[in-house]
Nanobody
């Protein structure tokens, strides 16, 4: 079992930055593909970014490319999401997720991930 805890959310003005952290406990995540998802009120959960086990490959949803960066520190069992140039449409609850296989296949699908954090709220004001 892996327990994931997100932190770093908050209220920020448009154009500002936030860095989200996802700390894992209970089991190492160094063999897990890690992902960030978000869910705005009334909308489905949306893929934001994913990173391979080694950190050597990443993928982003088009709407955040060039603004967000996912990174991981396996020694600290932590994954990060650096968010720059934030926009009001980035407002959502952000979730960290870990898969149980280390597979890179279907990484944009929530169903590919076995473990989820409770989420952290990000609100971007205009």
């Amino acid at each position: 079992q892996v327990q994931l805890v997100e932190s770093g959310g908050g209220l920020v003005q448009a154009g500002g930055s936030l860095r989200l952290s996802c700390s894992a406990s209970g089991r190492t995540i160094r063999t897990s593909t890690m992902g960030w998802f978000r869910q705005a009120p009334g909308k489905e959960r949306e893929f934001v970014a994913a990173i391979t086990v080694s950190g050597g490959n990443t993928q982003y949803v088009d709407s955040v490319k060039g603004r967000f960066t996912i990174a991981r520190d396996n020694a600290k069992n932590t994954v990060y999401l650096q968010m720059n140039s934030l926009k009001p449409e980035d407002t959502a609850v952000y979730y960290c997720a870990a898969d149980s296989t280390g597979s890179w296949l279907l990484r944009w699908r929530p169903q590919s991930y076995a473990y989820w954090g409770q989420g952290t709220q990000v609100t971007v004001s205009s």
